[in-house]
């Protein structure tokens, strides 16, 4: 049950083969086997998930389903759950329930998908590993002793280790498509305002979106598509229909133009990685794409403009969580600024605590030209760049990250060495387009992740060369052994 796709878990729900139901009871006794090694899941909403399978079911056999109508998923723990403990990985919100459903939750139940659990995620999505959580590592299901990648590693681990066939996640700079990578499945970060931020909690405003984990790129076009559209509650939402990404899935590619920047095969890319991208790249040629090399002149200046904005964001968002209003609050506080000081000393992490502390200092008046400006300034460019290069191509490929999964607490007292595994991602939230990453094969015997950014808007497209690339290869059928049969 657990290897089969979307469209033939549907086709099987109506079929009668087997029900929502039972559906649900087979992913909750995988997680229930297997997630002790993996630490992937931290909330199991088992009752729940049964209670909204029954009520599947009923929608099935009444004949109005769509179609993710009793399909599980898993949900990122950034994302708000009305009655369920949202935690974003912090001891901060370790009590917090939610009174209301992000837009997301909102919308997968009325599809009618259901949620098996919340997933571990790094600190306010703070990371590239899952070592930030307060819930403790996720471990890679391709080797326990190597990291998943982060923020949304327990998403990104739980779906390789088929706990569940989909997942959702949030991506501020690379983390959908960085875990994916290291997890050898499929991820995809749509351009930003496409899915609804409301009820997601806030890292960096300007840059988080969310998006989908599956095994391959027709299973997440049906998560995505159910994920997006507009919404009023969110300013930043975009008002524009949302495609049926399912529909475009098998059209050719004969004459797609792809574009590889000479600035992602340089230093630091790992030769496995780059062997197994250069197959890729022959793969794609012989689907009748037409490859040709390009720049994005400002790619160096990716990551240290993210790590300016973001922190620069989060300052800002996180400073909502003073021990007052909700979360984490200190005991027997002796007066205000103890119960502020206590508090957030206390309930957030050190990598929370760091990025916080960047971050006021790049807004502070004397600072504020010199970083702020300066980064957003940069951050112009790098868009330039892109325009640049879509004028010429329609899709840029190049390799997710410079290496595969790296051991657990090798980088972790490193953060600079941390950051530099979303060199290849973090341009992309800066610009706002859309990205994902697929597998294509391994180097080490660990999964390579290959990363395609299209133009605004280009989902679809993105979804649709994925899968055509996906039907030429069976990289994304692959499951850990362990977590097999
Ligand atoms: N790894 C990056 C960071 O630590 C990106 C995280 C994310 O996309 N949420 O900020």
């Not at 259901?114 to 790094?122: E, H, I, S």
């Not at 951050?379 to 790296?406: K, N």
């Amino acid at each position: 049950m657990f290897q089969k796709t979307i469209s033939e878990l549907a086709k099987g729900l109506r079929a009668g083969e087997f029900s929502s139901v039972e559906l649900a009871q087979s992913f909750l006794a995988r997680i229930q086997a297997h997630d002790p090694q993996l630490n992937s899941v931290v909330t199991v909403t088992a009752e729940a998930a049964l209670a909204a399978a029954g009520a599947a079911d009923e929608r099935l056999s009444n004949g109005d389903a769509v179609l993710l109508t009793g399909i599980p998923y898993l949900h990122k723990d950034i994302f708000c759950t009305e009655g369920v403990r949202t935690a974003c990985g912090s001891r901060m919100l370790d009590s917090f329930e939610a009174p209301y459903d992000a837009t997301v939750t909102l919308k997968l139940k009325e599809a009618g998908a259901v949620m098996l659990g919340k997933t571990n995620m790094d600190e306010f999505a703070m990371g590239s590993s899952n070592e930030t959580s307060f819930y403790g590592p996720v471990k890679n299901p391709w080797d326990l002793e190597r990291v998943p990648g982060g923020s949304s590693g327990g998403s990104a681990a739980a779906v390789a280790a088929r706990l569940a066939p989909l997942a959702t996640g949030t991506d501020t700079g690379g983390s959908i498509r960085q875990p994916a990578a290291l997890c050898g499945i499929t991820g995809i970060k749509p351009t930003y305002g496409r899915v609804s931020r409301y009820g997601m909690i806030a890292f960096a405003s300007s840059l988080d979106q969310g998006g989908a984990f599956a095994a391959s790129a027709a299973d997440a076009a049906l998560l995505l598509e159910a994920m997006c559209g507009f919404d009023e509650r969110d300013s930043t939402s975009l008002d524009r229909p949302v495609e049926a990404y399912s529909e475009r899935l098998d059209d050719g590619i004969d004459g797609l133009r792809i574009g590889l920047p000479k600035e992602y095969f340089g230093e630091g890319l790992d030769p496995g990685v780059a062997a197994a991208i250069d197959t890729a790249v022959g793969e794609f040629e012989k689907l009748g794409a037409v490859v040709r090399d390009i720049s994005l002149p400002n790619s160096s200046l990716a990551v240290p403009a993210y790590y300016v904005v973001a922190p620069a964001e989060c300052s800002s968002n996180l400073s909502r969580m003073d021990g007052v209003r909700f979360g984490y609050r200190c005991e027997d506080p002796r007066d205000l600024e103890d119960l502020y000081m206590r508090s957030r000393g206390e309930g957030f992490g050190a990598e929370v605590k760091r990025r916080i502390m960047v971050g006021t200092y790049a807004l502070s008046a004397g600072y504020y030209d010199a970083y702020y400006l300066k980064a957003q300034q940069v951050r112009r460019l790098i868009r330039e760049d892109f325009a640049q290069a879509f004028a010429e191509v329609d899709i840029i490929l190049g390799p997710t990250t410079p290496t595969t999964a790296f051991k657990l607490g090798e980088k972790a007292d490193d953060p600079v060495t941390m950051y530099l595994s979303d060199i290849y991602t973090i341009a992309v939230n800066l610009a706002g387009l859309p990205g994902m990453s697929i597998p294509a094969g391994f180097a080490g015997g660990l999964p390579v992740g290959l990363h395609l950014v299209g133009d605004y808007f280009a989902e679809s497209r993105l979804l649709n060369v994925a899968h055509r690339y996906q039907q030429a290869t069976d990289w994304h059928t692959r499951v850990p052994a362990a977590f097999g049969a």
